[in-house]
């Protein structure tokens, strides 16, 4: 299977994303597609062995839109001044279209050319002249509203269009009447109705698309965040390249007050690096050889050479990118509610349309006055505000996450974080900064302690766990170097095993002697070093402990201030660690947790998080991500602490890129927010259309309300921008 995401042009409401949805998805070989309105794009996953990009592109264009090709973030401002041109423009003939028409009605001055009383003709004929360029200006909507229609998935252009070709076949109707000399029917031209509905929907457009562009600002950014040249060493030279230009394993060279190209490990010099753009520290980091650079990251004071390892796609700023597009891609279950209503809803209104078209003729109305009724409720019933309502919130919502360093990959969880009421977290990495040092080292072997940690660090050296940190640190500290390896095995939520020197080295938990069936002996200093708030690493050779260990963590800074908090919401917080119980119950007091799980492996995380959902508690998992993937995956809301530049962490549906715990209550805020500001649009959109409909259909007649087609498209205008502003609300 194959994951694309395509620019789609043509889309208006979302009726149009849902319609180009089920099109979609009723074809051979694809698996599944989310249509995203406010970006203009889909995320479709198909079968390469089945379907080709240009097939997918042709079905696209079948439905009624047109694909562009691989959705890139481009420089949008060319394209808006364009629109910005041919959109003052056709206010200009809008205006001059008015005047003509509609100026003798509220007594402005009228040239007699264009007198419908003294030149019948030459008016009617100076109207269809001025219309034609807004029909080809509109001609997308009625095509594309056509389309929809054929293909049984009408939507807000079909409503339009529906109702721009009946006002412009009668009123091409009434202009025969009058060059045959009819004059009388010079009152029944509606021209200038089609034009401005038109225009009153390209105005709604081009202030929704200025509003969508904005959305996008958080993504340009990052795009624009990384320098467009770097300096490589080529055969011993410096060499100026461009950043395409950039092969994995080049060596990158780095001066003072320029910018990391790509993300890569630094083999020689050290310097201080801003990162805030990515982690939120506000100082400085100071990196040296063997650490890792992230791209778009600033160099302050040093001269550093660092080898080139995620470029192009695969960097820390084009996942975050990627990232973000495909949470805006996803749907939440109260965006897919308003699809579906959109989807009965536009049928809904044109069966009310003709229904009424029929009754005012039955009873005796003109055929002008019954048509004029007809497209009123077309246009007046567009569910625009409708299809803006829940997808703009959620993608400001995403866009303020982003700035925030909260990275959501599904929409889903802007609508789901607020019903959190258990809260799990792991504790090394997580409620701690994982910044272990070596504490305590109880010898029980015949080695001397600098051999012994050399041999220990060797094999924790090749761990991916946070602890070896402790190790590595210590070594080069003591300047001792590290010893060969042979048949290493990390045994993920026990420990890891190797040879050294012939010897196999069995290092890691208290679940490892378990698992082998070593007996300890040493339990006193086990629970002595412990209650100093130790991690304990037990070492041991042929079934004996050689060592036990003890390594030190730092609580994270806030997580006391958090743990409140949790707890002035009602939210309960539980530790979930496999770390030995006396530190864990050490940490947890020291921060404010009262329910604490340790000692248990990865599978038993997972089923603990199982155990909680059954008592029907909404569960936020919060971890480092790497030994506590089956818990992050099993939790209705997955939070990996970002570590390092390892972003891609697909077992978490949440990255927080500040390594901040207080995210996760911003997540909640946010969260509560957004849901609010879309039942607000939803009831703005319902209530819009309730109000608007029964006064086209002209229940209002009586008490001298009634509305006109262009009426009806300024009001529809006014009802999408209510809805624009409401959802920019959530930017504050």
């Known amino acids: 299977m194959k994951k694309i995401i395509l620019s789609i042009d043509g889309m208006t409401c979302s009726a149009c994303s849902n319609g180009l949805e089920k099109y979609l998805k009723k074809q051979k070989g694809i698996k599944e597609v989310s249509v995203n309105l406010i970006m203009a794009n889909s995320l479709i996953e198909y079968d390469e062995n089945i379907l080709t990009q240009e097939q997918i592109e042709n079905y696209i264009q079948e439905a009624g839109f047109k694909s562009l090709g691989i959705y890139q973030e481009k420089d949008i401002e060319k394209k808006r001044k364009s629109e910005k041109i041919k959109f003052i423009s056709f206010t200009v003939l809008a205006i001059i ?18 007198n419908m009383h003294t030149n019948p003709i030459l008016y009617t004929v100076s109207l269809l ?41 009668y009123s091409l109707y009434s202009m025969y009447k009058v060059i045959q000399g009819n004059y009388e029917y010079v009152e029944n031209l509606y021209f200038e109705s089609a034009a401005i509905v038109i225009f009153f929907i390209k105005l709604g457009r081009y202030i929704d698309g200025i509003s969508k562009d904005k959305t996008k600002e958080a993504i340009q950014n990052l795009v624009k965040i990384t320098p467009n040249h770097a300096s490589i060493k080529k055969d011993g030279k410096e060499k100026r390249v461009t950043l395409d230009e ?17 993300d890569g490990e630094i083999i020689s010099g050290q310097a201080h690096i801003d990162e805030a753009f990515i982690t939120g520290e506000s100082k400085p980091v100071s990196k040296k050889e063997g650490q890792m650079v992230i791209a778009g990251s600033i160099n302050y004071d040093g001269y550093i050479e660092y080898k080139a390892q995620r470029i192009g796609k695969d960097s820390t700023i084009s996942e975050i990118v990627r990232l973000v597009i495909e949470a805006t891609n996803t749907k939440a279950p109260i965006a897919k509610l308003a699809d579906k209503v959109s989807g009965y809803f536009v049928p809904a209104v044109i069966a009310i349309a003709i229904v009424t078209f029929i009754v005012y003729l039955f009873i005796g109305q003109s055929f002008a006055s019954s048509l004029t009724t007809f497209v009123t409720i077309l246009v007046v019933a567009c569910p625009c505000s409708l299809g803006l309502a829940t997808p703009l ?10 700035k925030k360093g909260i990275l959501v990959k599904k929409s889903e969880i802007l609508e789901n974080a607020q019903k959190v009421d258990t809260v799990v977290f792991d504790k090394t990495g997580t409620l701690t900064y994982g910044t272990l040092k070596v504490a305590e080292i109880l010898n029980y072997s015949n080695l001397e302690e600098e051999k012994l940690m050399q041999v220990v660090g060797s094999l924790e050296a090749k761990s ?25 095995q990390d045994i993920t939520g026990y420990g890891i095993i190797g040879n050294i020197e012939k010897q196999e080295l069995i290092i890691g938990n208290s679940k490892i002697l378990e698992k082998y069936e070593i007996e300890n002996p040493y339990q006193e200093d086990e629970k002595r070093i412990a209650q100093k708030g130790n991690s304990i690493v037990y070492v041991a050779k042929n079934k004996q402990i050689m060592a036990l260990i003890g390594v030190n963590d730092i609580i994270r800074e806030n997580v006391k201030e958090v743990i409140e908090e949790f707890a ?25 947790i009262t ?21 029907n508690k909404y569960v936020l998992m919060c971890g480092d991500g790497i030994n506590d993937s089956p818990a992050l995956a099993s939790s209705d809301i997955g939070v990996s602490i970002h570590s390092g530049t390892d972003i891609a962490m697909d077992s978490s549906s949440v990255i927080l890129t500040r390594n901040d715990l207080d995210s996760i209550l911003k997540l909640i805020d946010i969260s509560k927010k957004t849901i609010k500001n879309i039942k607000q649009n939803l009831f703005w959109a319902f209530f819009y259309n309730s109000l608007m409909i029964p006064i086209a259909i002209g229940v209002m007649k009586p008490f001298g309300i009634a509305i006109n087609p262009m009426i009806a498209s300024l009001a529809m205008m006014l009802s999408s921008i209510t809805v624009i502003l409401n959802a920019l609300r959530l930017k504050k």
């Open 393 to 402: 919130a959620i993608v400001v919502s995403e866009g303020v996450c982003a």
């Open 97 to 114: 279209l008015m005047y003509v028409s509609m100026g003798h009605m509220v007594g402005l001055p009228t040239l007699s050319i264009w």
């Open 595 to 615: 329910k604490v799980i340790a000692g248990v492996i990865p599978s038993q995380k997972a089923d603990t998080i199982k155990k909680l959902k059954e008592e």
């Open 246 to 262: 950039i092969q994995k394993g080049d060596i990158v060279l780095c001066k003072p007050g320029e910018k990391i190209a790509v």
């Open 568 to 592: 002035k919401r009602n939210i309960e917080t539980i530790m979930l660690t496999g770390d030995n119980t006396e530190t864990a119950e050490k940490v947890a007091k020291d921060i404010g």
């Open 129 to 169: 002249i001025i219309t034609i360029p807004f029909l080809i200006y509109g001609w997308d909507i009625i095509k594309n509203g056509y389309k929809n229609l054929i293909h049984k998935t009408p939507n807000m252009d079909t409503l339009v269009g529906i109702g721009v070709v009946s006002s412009m076949i």
């Open 464 to 488: 991916n766990h946070p602890i070896r940190r402790a190790f590595i640190d210590y070594l080069e500290q003591k300047q001792i170097e590290l010893n060969n390896v042979e048949n290493f």
